[in-house]
């Protein structure tokens, strides 16, 4: 018997995948993986956030393996 978890994990990322947030989606995780990939960027994204007085979180990569990671993407995309 599957864990009813994993069960509800794939659900909710299937339903991510048939919604109209599949283009938004894409576009957040190439931003994210611009930052992650440069670290020039990444420390001009960190003084623009001191500059404006913001906190200066990491952004974070949705990955498939990690849970609630695409909500924790948007959730800091969102505050940049």
């Known amino acids: 018997m599957p864990c009813i978890t ?6 909710i990322n ?3 995948s048939d919604s109209g947030f ?3 989606l894409a576009k957040c995780r190439k931003i994210v993986g611009h930052y ?3 670290a020039a960027n990444t ?4 003084a623009q956030q001191a500059a404006l007085g ?3 979180e990491p952004l974070i990569q949705d990955l498939p393996t990690r849970w609630n990671s695409t909500l924790e ?8």
């Open 43 to 46: 420390m001009e994204l960190q």
């Open 54 to 56: 913001q906190q200066q």
């Open 36 to 38: 992650k990939h440069s």
């Open 22 to 24: 599949v283009n938004v």
């Open 73 to 80: 993407m948007i959730k800091h995309l969102n505050l940049i």
């Open 6 to 11: 994993h069960m509800l994990q794939r659900s």
């Open 14 to 16: 299937v339903s991510l």
